[in-house]
């Protein structure tokens, strides 16, 4: 035990202590704030997980930056975050490709100099070009990673060989067990698909229109939920939901790892494409170290931390990337079906024609099918 | 009489003035004047038009959500008004006051965590791989489907509102003059009809008061419906979510926000007009 007098001094300091505790903090101070200044923050517009520390950490470290993420869900959510928001406020944007468009003539972003990015490593011609990222041979967009949605199920709910097409929501064991994922376009993208309407999905005109909207309609009695991301993930999880509608291995992906009975496909009818570009928001200071960034995604080392992100999985889009993938993690590069020569390889699927991008409709403005959308969750 | 005007006095009242003005007169006239605006480019413009309120009253969606929401609101205060009384009564009429204050506290714990860390927890207990499955499943039941049902959201309505419900019937009834009801008893009285005739009539403010409280909360709340009623069907606050989702629409979130007030005014009026009638029990 340690001598009174010792505890007494430690637990009152004297005024020297005092002095020289002060006058130290006082005389670091100045060198504190120049340390803290020294860091570059760096203000991201994101789906969630994209400022994440198994995203972002390594590259925060390695340059001395620090991401500051706000989250969004939803192409309509973030056009409004930025709308609503002064010029420069963003230094880089995550958007789905669909909504790239939209930046882009409202003037948010920024264009990008193409000689940059690896664009002689993509894994599929598509991605070289990809719709609404040029204009006017510009590039104003750059895509890192996709993935596909289809039918989302568990496996021991249904076979492959049903889930091999989207009949197998209207299942009668299914009854009150198939989920929709609450977001009107890749649902009624996918309802589409199954009346046969293939790369016209989204170009419908009112006949095809009025037809999706039946065959949504008639799948009403077989729904048992409308549900987030977490209400999905919960859904699939405990087994209150054993199909889903609208999702892929976004989702499944996360708990297919964890051993989760679960599993997505792309069915006959055809599949969907999500893609995520990162673009450089108008007016920011921080173009450089943004362009940095971009081309880190696009690295081997970028792309395979995409394919292994905790939020949710995407596909590779460089073959460096896929090759690394295959490398350091050969379980997910298989899991994701990321191999050549298997099945539902998320390239093949697209030189197979049996994947569409996702986009906004064509002949319908995105409020009509949102309002359906409401119309069909009261049904 | 004329009153004099008394400095001293307005002083103290001037905060709440200010801060009801700043805080809530303010953002209700702010909401009424964008429901008037229209949206361009997910912007909002202001301008005086009637496209919100012409385009949500004219929706079939718009009236299903309505009169869903106040009739699962009106069965989450039934439940939670018939399952709170026989506590309430117990705890102000049977229990000593030393009990009654420690039954308060515990019923107060639940607001110290988050409501929906809460509801959350319900996944667990009501799940068809769930507690009350297993249970039900020893005795050969079920499995029943409750997650995302009517029968979830009202288990989240009461999650929310049960509480604080069975506090203010409690404060209630533990008010009431006791020699009244030995009064009654001893005239030969029988103990449900001194409840009916004497207990009720003398605590009706406060138990219309708690309903009305519990209809409020149930009527406004999102995360129930959503997360335990898997938004089947949607709710007036999932239909804010909805249209602020798809395109920005704040101008017709806030016409669906401004027809939510306007019904709990005329419930909140009727009501304490209901809880302060004169006209005695008879």
């Known amino acids: 035990m340690k001598p009174k007098h010792l505890i007494t001094r430690r637990m009152t300091p004297t005024r020297r202590d005092v002095l020289r505790i002060g006058g130290g903090m006082a005389l670091s101070a100045p060198f504190v704030g120049r340390a803290w200044a020294s860091t570059t923050e760096i203000n991201m517009l994101a789906w969630y997980g994209h400022g994440e520390p198994d995203m972002v950490g390594a590259f925060e470290e390695a340059n001395n930056v620090k991401f500051v993420p706000k989250y969004y869900a939803g192409g309509d959510n973030m056009l409004a975050l930025i709308a609503q928001s002064p010029p420069g406020t963003y230094d880089i944007i995550l958007s789905d490709a669909e909504f790239v468009q939209q930046l882009n003539a409202a003037g948010y972003i920024e264009e990008l100099n193409a000689a940059d990015y690896p664009f002689d490593d993509m894994l599929h011609e598509d991605f070289t070009k990809f719709p609404g990222h040029w204009a006017d041979d510009k590039l104003y967009s750059m895509m890192v990673r996709g993935g596909h949605l289809g039918v989302s199920y568990n496996t021991t709910a249904a076979s492959a060989e049903e889930a091999a097409s989207y009949e197998v929501f209207w299942k009668e064991d299914l009854k009150g067990k198939v989920g929709h994922f609450d977001w009107h376009l890749p649902t009624l993208g996918m309802m589409s698909l199954k009346n046969g309407n293939g790369a016209g999905l989204w170009d419908l005109d009112d006949a095809a229109w009025s037809a999706v909207q039946e065959t949504t309609l008639s799948l009403r009695p077989q729904v048992g939920g409308f549900f987030d991301y977490g209400g999905t993930f919960n859904g699939l999880k405990n087994g209150e939901m054993l199909a889903m509608c609208g999702i892929g291995d976004w989702i499944t992906g996360v708990l297919e790892r964890d051993g989760a009975p679960v599993a997505s496909t792309i069915p006959k009818e055809g599949g969907i494409q999500f893609t995520e570009s990162y673009s450089i928001g108008k007016d920011s200071e921080k173009a450089d170290i943004c362009t940095k960034f971009i081309q880190y995604m696009l690295s081997p080392e970028g792309q395979v931390k995409s394919a292994q992100m905790v939020a949710y999985p995407g596909f590779c889009i460089t073959k460096a990337g896929r090759a690394m993938l295959q490398e350091v993690d050969p379980a997910e590069a298989k899991r994701s079906h990321q191999m050549e020569g298997m099945a539902n390889d998320p390239i093949a699927l697209i030189n197979e024609g049996r994947i569409h991008y996702r986009d906004i409709p064509q002949q319908q403005s995105l409020e009509d099918w949102n309002d359906f959308w409401s119309e069909y969750k009261n049904a | ?282």
């Open chain 2, 1 to 282: 009489m004329k009153r004099k005007f008394d400095l001293y006095a307005m002083t103290w009242r001037l905060p709440i003035i200010f801060w009801q003005l700043l805080f809530f007169v303010g953002p209700l006239l702010f909401m009424v004047a964008i429901s008037f605006f229209v949206v361009k480019n997910y912007r909002m413009t202001e301008a005086f038009e009637m496209v919100n309120w012409q385009k949500m009253l004219s929706r079939g969606y718009f009236w299903d959500s309505y009169w869903y929401t106040i009739f699962i609101a009106g069965i989450s205060t039934t439940v939670a008004m018939l399952l709170a009384f026989p506590a309430s009564f117990a705890l102000a009429f049977r229990a000593s006051d030393n009990l009654r204050r420690w039954a308060i506290f515990l019923l107060i714990i639940p607001f110290f965590t988050s409501y929906l860390v809460r509801t959350f927890s319900w996944y667990v207990i009501l799940a068809e791989s769930g507690v009350v499955n297993a249970m039900l499943g020893q005795i050969g039941l079920g499995p029943f489907k409750m997650l995302n049902t009517h029968f979830g959201t009202v288990i989240g309505y009461l999650t929310l509102t049960l509480p604080l419900v069975v506090i203010l019937q409690t404060v209630t009834m533990a008010n009431v003059d006791k020699t009244l009801i030995e009064a009654a008893r001893n005239l030969g009285c029988k103990p449900l009809a001194t409840i009916w005739r004497v207990v009720l009539p003398l605590s009706k403010t406060g138990l219309i008061v708690a309903a009305l409280f519990c209809f409020i909360l149930s009527f406004g709340d999102f995360v129930a419906p959503f997360y335990l009623g898997g938004s089947q069907e949607p709710t007036l606050p999932i239909l804010i979510l909805d249209t602020t989702k798809s395109g920005q629409q704040w101008p017709r979130a806030a016409v669906v926000a401004i027809m939510m007030m306007a019904t709990l005014f005329t419930i909140a009026f009727a009501a304490i007009a209901l809880a302060y009638r004169k006209g005695g029990a008879r």
